[in-house]
């Protein structure tokens, strides 16, 4: 039970937005989705859903077929979108409960599931005002609400944190994780890389339509993963190098001292340079966005 | 089917939606009193009190007066007051249970009678002239409608009646003079029969070639008897009873030892016929502005929401692309035969209103098929624009020129090519209201009905299947 992206290319007129882009994400699993602007993030996850058709490939949903299994593969995956847009005139426990109709949820389940849902993703008390009085962060939680009717095992989160306040942001990267908890699949596009990072298992790395590099997050750490030292200090003179050089490959910048390759024992050289006033020590690491650029560049 | 309720009832419990369903219906009872004004039908054509009978004016200076009253239903009315006005007194009475009355008063030139009922009111002459001015709110409905002045003996015999046009057959009074019979039949199954003198009657209902059928003295030759009654009438005695007119009968004819008559008979009521004809008249005034609701219609489900994206979020529902817009069209066409159905029914509350006028439901199914066949083909064509182009406001401008162009420039170019006819009767959209409107006014049906019906179903399937494929082929 998984989502299965397989070979899937989509044309726009001439230009060709998606080129045979082929990954997985796994039951229990949290994929990154990352790219720039235009790189195919949001047509990959629209025609995952079934509102694009490709010219070529598929999608399956816990085996379903989006092309050819729709209405199956539909029920079993959840989808917020960046910029959900709805019928703003209708009021949001209605549509919800016209929307749940398409489940085949009658009127009373519905408006109950309803009540329960709006409650859980925090729109308690809103359910009759109209969507078009909803923020940015509501109609997402209202596109969320939907897509929880059938409690789907997989889920795409397109640029949900976009436009939303730091309390939101939190909701939604709390959500992805308790629904990883609870052994879904979830595909989370986002440009903020550094909340990619933290939550996500794999990163899935797309440029102009195509995936470049599909990578664990194990991957990307040991990539990242650096033996510079930098340290601040007090005050600085020609000392401070030398005894740094027993250390590594010193680079003095300033009050800043780094040590690239660094080879020893960190409280060592802590004792060593505490007459110059250390003020901060660190280990130096690289990120996901080092990473991003250096596989956009063709670095990886 | 469920999905297409829930879209029905949005599309049908929009604001807009509502009011122009109010619009329908105002539309519908405006065609009713467009009738009336077209055809300037007054009061006493459908008030719901009849009087007929006869004087016997003797030579010696007294009229005995013998009448009944009924309603546009053909049941006696009883207890009609009858004010009988002579020269130097006026004289009262009521009617029996059975809706009879009579009395005798002095011979007067200018006598004549004014019959009342609950509010309602008729006068008739009772010598053979035609009366009386009775000022007041009931001026429209007084005037006797038919004075037959026959020698009977020694004493002039005058037949005075003031019905409303509710009959199916009238009263028999020509040819002249021999009339010696009122014969009424009311709402199909009523039948009131009066006379002077003493007569055997055979009243038979005929399915004919009205241009074949002779009816003389002999009998009947061309014509097929469906059912036959026989009457023995006695003097100025009126007979009420119940009758059964066979669907199929087109013509009556009347028998006895003396009288000789046949008559068209029309299944509905004079009156019935008279407001069919002004009727499609004013619904074609009306048809005019009702596309452009379904036009916005289609825009404002279907368009406009394809336009700002909001049918994507639908279909990443558990629905395909065909269902959605099939489950889409399917609710605004309810919505459009919905408004067919008022702007037809809206129409008959009305004539019962002011008529007591009942459209049957066969007339009101068919006729809600004009509309709904124009409805459905600009929802369709509208529906086929808003598959094939994704901005919602070009939508919309399509639709409306093309309705434009359609009901302008086509009978324009008709009546330019000479071809105005061929074009309005099996070129047009909805060209089978044609036939209908021919069918429901009792004209004879000078079109290929098959042929309309096929042009009207291609009008609105064409485009639907268009919008379909082009909806189920493009991306959204």
């Known amino acids: 039970m998984m989502i299965v992206v397989e070979g899937i290319t989509k044309y726009f007129g001439s230009r060709k937005a998606l080129d045979n882009v082929s990954f997985e994400v796994k039951d229990g699993e949290i994929a990154g989705f990352v790219g720039l602007n235009g790189a195919g993030k949001t047509t990959t996850i629209r025609t995952i859903v079934g509102v694009l058709k490709p010219n070529s490939g598929d999608a399956l ?11 199956e593969a539909s029920k079993n995956v959840g989808w917020v979108p960046e910029l959900p847009i709805f019928e703003m005139d209708a009021r949001a426990l209605d549509y919800f409960v016209y929307l749940a109709g398409y489940y085949g949820i009658s009127k009373d389940e519905a408006l109950k599931l309803g009540k329960q849902l709006f409650e859980e993703v925090g729109l308690s008390g809103r359910e009759r005002d109209k969507l078009k009085t909803y923020s940015q962060g509501m109609k997402k939680r209202f596109a969320l609400a939907v897509s929880l009717i059938s409690n789907p095992k997989n889920f795409l989160f397109d640029e949900v944190f976009n436009g939303l306040d730091p309390q939101g942001i939190q909701f939604f990267r709390d959500l992805a994780l308790k629904m990883k908890k609870e052994g879904k699949a979830i595909l989370f596009s986002s440009h903020i890389l550094t909340e990619v990072e933290a939550i996500a298992d794999k990163v899935v790395f797309i440029h102009q339509g195509k995936i470049l590099k599909v990578m664990s997050m194990n991957e990307i750490r040991n990539l990242i993963k650096s033996n510079d030292v930098k340290v601040v200090l007090n ?4 000392n401070v190098v030398q005894i740094a050089q027993a250390f590594g490959k010193p680079e003095l910048s300033g009050n800043t001292l780094l040590i690239h390759d660094f080879n020893g024992d960190m409280s060592v050289l802590i004792s060593k340079l505490t007459p110059y006033g250390v003020l901060e020590i660190s280990k130096l690491g690289g990120n996901l966005e080092e990473v991003f650029f250096k596989v956009i560049r063709g670095e990886l | 089917m469920r999905s297409v309720l829930y879209d029905f009832k949005r599309s049908f419990l929009r604001l807009s939606v509502l009011l122009f369903l109010v619009l329908f219906i105002l539309g519908g009872i405006g065609i009713s009193y467009s009738v009336f004004h077209i055809l300037r039908i007054n009061p006493s054509a459908y008030e719901n009190l009849n009087v007929a009978g006869f004087s016997n004016i003797s030579t010696l200076g007294t009229i005995h007066v013998y009448g009944i009253v009924f309603n546009n239903m053909g049941q006696p009315v009883s207890g009609a007051t009858i004010c009988v006005h002579y020269s130097g007194g006026v004289m009262n009475t009521t009617t029996s249970s059975e809706g009879l009355f009579n009395l005798s008063i002095p011979y007067s030139n200018s006598s004549y009678a004014i019959v009342k009922y609950d509010g309602m009111v008729r006068n008739v ?81 005929l399915q004919a070639n009205l241009n074949e059928i002779i009816i003389n003295s002999s009998g009947v030759s061309g014509a097929k008897v469906l059912k036959e009654y026989n009457f023995s009438l006695k003097p100025f005695t009126p007979v009420y009873t119940t009758i059964e007119v066979p669907s199929e009968a087109n013509c009556v004819a009347i028998l006895s030892n003396s009288y000789v008559h046949g008559t068209p008979y029309s299944q509905s009521p004079i009156l019935y016929t008279e407001i069919v004809t002004g009727y499609f008249s004013a619904m074609g005034l009306f048809l005019f502005f009702f596309p452009f609701v379904v036009i916005y219609l289609a825009y404002a ?3 406009k929401p394809r336009d700002t994206g909001a049918l994507e979020f639908i279909l990443a529902r558990p629905i395909t692309k065909g269902e ?77 020129a093309t309705y434009i162009i359609i009901q302008i420039a086509i009978p324009v170019i008709g009546f330019m090519s000479g071809n105005y006819t061929l074009i309005d009767d099996y070129i047009v959209p909805a060209s089978i209201s044609q036939a209908i409107a021919s069918y429901l006014e009792g004209a004879t049906i000078s079109v290929n009905v098959g042929l309309e019906l096929l042009s009207t179903i291609l009008w609105i399937v064409v485009p639907l299947v268009i919008g379909y494929l082009a909806f189920k082929r493009k991306d959204i």
């Open chain 2, 125 to 205: 002459s009772l010598i053979g002239r035609s009366v009386v001015m009775v000022n007041g709110p009931y001026v429209g409905n007084v005037g006797s409608n038919v004075i037959i002045h026959v020698t009977n003996g020694n004493n002039n015999v005058v037949l005075f009646t003031n019905t409303s046009e509710f009959y199916d057959l009238g009263s028999l009074h020509n040819p002249y003079p021999y009339c010696p019979i009122f014969i009424a039949i009311m709402n199909h199954n009523h039948l009131v029969m009066f006379t002077y003198e003493r007569i055997n009657v055979s009243l038979s209902f």
């Open chain 1, 235 to 238: 005050q600085v003179n020609e």
């Open chain 1, 61 to 71: 949903i816990d085996g379903k077929s989006i092309v050819k299994e729709k209405k």
């Open chain 2, 324 to 400: 959605l817009y099939m489950t889409r069209f399917s609710a605004n066409a309810i919505t459009a035969i919905i408004a067919s159905f008022l702007i037809n029914i809206s129409p008959n509350v009305a004539f019962i209103l002011i008529a007591g006028l009942y459209l049957s439901p066969q007339f009101i199914l068919l006729a809600s098929i004009i509309p709904m066949t124009l409805l459905l083909t600009y929802l369709s064509i509208t529906y086929m624009y808003a598959s094939l182009i994704k901005s919602g406001g070009t939508t919309l401008g399509l639709g409306i």
């Open chain 2, 301 to 303: 489900m279907f368009a």
